[in-house]
């Protein structure tokens, strides 16, 4: 396996370099890198580049890079996920998960029915998640977490912003079955287009959404889907719709 690191603002990079030092220490003390070996570096916004290790040490590893690439692996949608964050555990697992399928970005959120709001603590610890994730799965654009709203601060928000082809969900057990296929880039914009497609994603805490927050989603478009006969898990369910809404 490419041995991958995460160096911020790459591109802005050239000759020698010194990896931050977390990827440093891992590096030199878990994956035991020796001068000569090739590894894999890339910023997290899209570059990524070959380079060669010159030195390292306990707490050191420098490498040269000789040119560097922007190389896009981002599905051709934006998948947005307004998301209960469910317990520390489960939600690194759900946040790897939605790093690897392709996750444009997660928005968590507080509803009503949410036992315990995500902290601040939480949150570092799933961006370094985002972090590992797209170095073990060769992401080259890391998956970015937004700063954690109500649901009333996020729906108000949701109002009035100005999605473009916008498609939104949201994940309603006993709800009208609805059929989620995978969404495509508008075939009617013109080839030089630049406009990415947009679709998002409501998914409830355990208890699942209150009748005031499902009005409230209904309200502002967004369309009710039924999963199936089984009630699944806040994590299960996020990766049951990124995969079927992202294909590529």
């Known amino acids: 396996m490419t041995r991958r690191y995460y160096v911020p603002n790459l591109a802005q990079m050239s000759g020698l370099i010194e990896l931050p030092?977390?990827?440093a220490a891992h590096a030199a003390r878990v994956m035991r890198v020796v001068e000569g070996d090739t590894i894999e570096l890339f910023d997290g916004q899209g570059h990524q580049a070959a380079a060669a290790i010159t030195h390292v040490s306990k707490r050191q590893c420098?490498?040269?890079i000789d040119s560097i690439a922007a190389i896009d692996l981002e599905p051709s949608v934006n998948l947005i996920m307004a998301i209960a964050i469910p317990k520390p555990d489960r939600a690194k697992e759900m946040i790897e998960r939605l790093t690897e399928i392709g996750v444009h970005q997660v928005q968590p959120i507080v509803f009503e029915r949410t036992q315990r709001a995500p902290g601040s603590s939480l949150i570092e610890k799933l961006e370094r998640v985002v972090i590992e994730a797209?170095?073990?799965s060769g992401r080259n654009h890391l998956m970015p977490i937004l700063p954690v709203l109500t649901f009333g601060q996020w729906i108000t928000k949701y109002r009035q912003?100005?999605?473009?082809?916008?498609?939104?969900?949201?994940?309603m057990p006993s709800g009208n079955p609805t059929s989620i296929d995978p969404i495509r880039s508008n075939q009617s914009s013109p080839p030089e287009s630049s406009i990415v497609p947009e679709c998002l994603v409501v998914i409830g805490p355990e208890g699942g959404l209150t009748e005031s927050e499902l009005q409230d989603c209904l309200?502002?478009?967004?369309k009710p889907v039924d999963l199936g006969k089984r009630i699944l898990r806040i994590e299960t369910a996020a990766c049951v719709i990124a995969s079927r809404l992202l294909t590529d």
């Open 62 to 64: 420098v490498c040269r």
């Open 134 to 136: 797209c170095k073990q």
């Open 219 to 222: 309200d502002a478009s967004i």
């Open 21 to 23: 030092p977390e990827e």
């Open 161 to 171: 912003s100005d999605f473009v082809d916008r498609t939104a969900y949201v994940a």
